[in-house]
């Protein structure tokens, strides 16, 4: 029988995540609390449910990409999530970037019903959702990896097995912190730059040679080099807010991770203080 797919989450990465699913010819069950993008899915080949749990009964892999903790606990164990509906045999996986505690706390919860987890975080952004361009970093053992595998190939360039439940989180918090301290990085260079009057491009040139500026930085700094008036326009502002939100989110999950370690990470700490300040929103 032909692999049943689900999807619980259709926003801002989740949404092109869920079209490559369609795309490939792949049967999708999608739900999200916004009715729009559903439709939206629907018109595009998936099936609407109305509910995580509805999702979980017709399907054999759930993925769930919601923003935190508390929204995954929420589609995973809630009164009409995925735990109400699972069948033996599913597994779910999560896309958020979350605690990997939360993880394994969801996943003994739903192990009773026969359900496996993983955890498949992913990066490359929601452009990389749409080309088919993600890197997903999965924890979790290696027969149910492979069972996501089909599914998972939709959007992905690279699929690395990290390890057992909750590695692929934890190296996706590491990951973050390295983006994030990265963007203050080229920011605060280039700030400095442009104040003392030597030429960004040089800046550039050389970071680029030397390999401290990336490709994702350089599309960071993209922002910067907008002229004031269009880094204020009042349709940029909202989402520059988003992004800061986001960065500030992720950072905290971090930060506690550490904390649990016993690891101190004050770089990390003041640079999830600065991050409005980074992506450039007004006050």
Do not use: W
Not at 51 to 72: L, P, T, Y
Not at 97 to 103: F, G
Not at 228 to 243: I, K, V
């Amino acid at each position: 029988m032909a692999l049943r797919s689900g999807f619980v989450g259709l926003g801002n990465i989740g949404k092109p995540m869920a079209r490559r699913i369609v795309d490939a010819g792949l049967q999708l069950t999608v739900f999200d609390v916004a009715p729009a993008v559903v439709i939206e899915l629907t018109g595009a080949g998936a099936r609407a449910a109305r509910s995580a749990r509805e999702v979980a009964r017709v399907a054999d892999v759930v993925g769930i990409c919601v923003r935190d903790d508390d929204e995954v606990r929420a589609v995973a164990l809630g009164p009409d999530g995925i735990e109400a509906g699972a069948v033996p045999g599913l597994v779910v996986a999560i896309h958020s970037t979350i605690l990997p505690r939360t993880v394994r706390e969801i996943a003994e919860s739903l192990a009773p019903k026969g359900v496996a987890v993983v955890d498949a975080c992913i990066t490359g952004g929601a452009a990389g959702a749409a080309a088919g361009k993600l890197t997903y970093m999965v924890g979790g053992e290696a027969a149910d990896v492979e069972r996501c595998r089909p599914v998972f190939e939709t959007s992905a360039e690279r699929i690395v097995h990290t390890g057992p439940l909750g590695s692929g989180v934890a190296v996706k918090l590491c990951n973050n912190l390295m983006t994030y301290l990265g963007f203050l990085a080229a920011f605060e260079a280039t700030s400095l730059a442009r104040a003392s009057g030597l030429s960004e491009k040089a800046l550039e040139d050389v970071t680029r040679a030397n390999g401290n500026l990336t490709a994702q930085m350089q599309a960071f700094l993209a922002l910067h080099k907008l002229p004031p008036e269009a880094r204020r326009d009042p349709g940029l502002q909202p989402m520059l807010r988003s992004f800061t939100s986001l960065a500030e989110k992720d950072l905290a999950v971090t930060l506690e991770f550490a904390r649990e370690h016993g690891v101190d990470l004050p770089g990390t700490a003041r640079c999830r203080e600065l991050m409005a300040r980074v992506y450039g929103v007004e006050e």
